[in-house]
Structure formats: structure tokens, C-alpha cells
């Protein structure tokens, strides 16, 4: 299958201070990326859904000021945890498709932690 | 919107099957799938069903009934590697969404 690949894997921030997360697909053109968050416990819950050159669209009660998306290129797109608190602390995945493929390939997640 | 409901915990013993049942009432359908996932870690890719009936892959089973909005997940001959939590996610109309089930945390026990 297609790889996408997620950085960084671990990161532990200052509560205020901003985190940036890369996703990239390193062998196919993403057209569409998916972001997730996965609280201990739980499923996974699409916060956003982002198309190559277009604005994110946000899942209802998903931020769009605090979770800054950008999807700029075929192959990268990323998330901005601006501003984190505390309880921004859970597991980040995001996932890829390209405009031929019905399969969503998965990074391999980043969890953040803010102290 | 879509609405995905799955058992939340299911306990089997080793060498046994279990099967996990998804329900699934969605805007839009184009296809459903199944992913393994360990804690901590992201999901693996099982299992793709567009099209009725059973798919069978080694020791994983999926089968998708569209008319009852319905999808079961069959293991078989367990392993203790198997514990884990498995999700059942749909796309949405044009496959712009995948939405994923709450997951059935399977427990395999000796």
C-alpha cells in the first residue's frame, strides 16, 4: 500500500506555545487528507477533511482557529495546535487518499502532550 | 450524517472466532472498511467492502449486506496478537468522509 508519513511522532509542549504537525504521502498525490483525534479509549474523530489548493472544511465543533490546516501541495499537508492547553493533549492521526484510490492510508500518528 | 454503532468490548479465547457486527446508517454510502488497531499505534488497513457479500483474507473474514446496513468482521483461529481494537469506518457520498465506529476492543485470552 501507499505511505504517509507523520512527524513527529511524540511531542511534549508548554501549555500557550503552538505545535505543528507534518503529514505527508510519500509515494502518491493526496488529493484529499484527513485529520483525526483519538482520546485514550475511544475511536477516531475526523476533526477536518482538507482538499490540495482549498480551505478545510471542520467537522462541527472542531475549531478552525485553533486547528490551523494547510494543505498547500499534492504530498503535505499539516496541522497547527495553536495556543494548546492541557486539554489538547490526545493522539493525532491523519490519513491520505489519492483522486484513484477508495482506500484512506493512515501516518503514523503524533501524540501530543501539553504540560 | 452518518451513524456507525459496534459492540464496544468482546472477549474470545485463543484458537476460537469471534465476530464483530457493525451497524451503519449513512447519507451516503460508497464503501466500508475494517481496521485493526493496537494501543497507541494507527490503524492497519483489513478489509474493503463495496459490493454485497463475504471477502475473505486468510484468517480475517468481512461481509457488507447494503440493503440492511450492515458489515460483520470474522476471525478466526485466534491469536493472542489479535487483541486489540477493531473500527469499522464508511466514506461518505463522493468518498469525501470517513467516519469511523466508537471500535470493539477484542481481548483474546489463553
Known amino acids: 500500500g501507499a505511505v504517509v508519513s507523520q512527524h513527529p511522532s511524540r511531542v511534549i509542549c508548554k501549555s500557550g506555545t503552538s505545535v505543528k504537525i507534518e503529514c505527508r504521502s510519500l509515494?502518491?498525490?493526496?488529493?484529499?487528507m484527513f485529520w483525526y483525534r483519538q482520546f485514550p479509549k475511544q475511536s477516531l474523530m475526523l476533526m477536518a477533511t482538507s482538499n490540495e489548493g482549498s480551505k478545510a472544511t471542520y467537522e462541527q465543533g472542531v475549531e478552525k482557529d485553533k486547528f490551523l490546516i494547510n494543505h498547500a501541495s499534492l504530498t503535505l499537508s499539516t496541522l497547527t495546535v495553536t495556543s494548546a492547553h492541557p486539554e489538547d493533549s490526545s493522539f493525532y492521526i491523519c490519513?491520505?487518499?489519492?483522486?484513484?484510490?477508495?482506500?484512506?492510508?493512515f501516518g503514523q500518528g503524533t501524540r501530543l502532550t501539553v504540560v | 450524517g452518518q451513524n456507525i454503532d459496534q459492540p464496544t468490548e468482546m472477549t474470545a479465547t485463543e484458537g476460537a472466532i469471534v465476530q464483530i457486527n457493525c451497524t451503519y446508517q449513512?447519507?451516503?454510502?460508497?464503501?466500508l472498511f475494517w481496521y485493526q488497531q493496537h494501543a497507541g499505534e494507527a490503524p492497519t488497513f483489513l478489509s474493503y467492502?463495496?459490493?454485497?457479500g463475504l471477502e475473505e483474507k486468510g484468517r480475517f473474514s468481512s461481509f457488507l449486506s447494503r440493503s440492511k446496513g450492515y458489515s460483520y468482521l470474522l476471525l478466526k483461529e485466534l491469536q493472542m496478537k489479535d487483541s486489540a481494537s477493531y473500527l469499522c469506518a464508511t466514506w461518505g457520498a463522493a468518498g469525501n468522509k470517513l467516519t469511523f465506529g466508537g471500535g470493539t476492543r477484542v481481548l483474546v485470552k489463553p
Open positions: 467492502n463495496v459490493l454485497d
Open positions: 449513512t447519507s451516503g454510502f460508497n464503501g
Open positions: 490519513s491520505a487518499r489519492d483522486a484513484r484510490n477508495t482506500e484512506a492510508f
Open positions: 509515494d502518491f498525490q493526496a488529493t484529499t
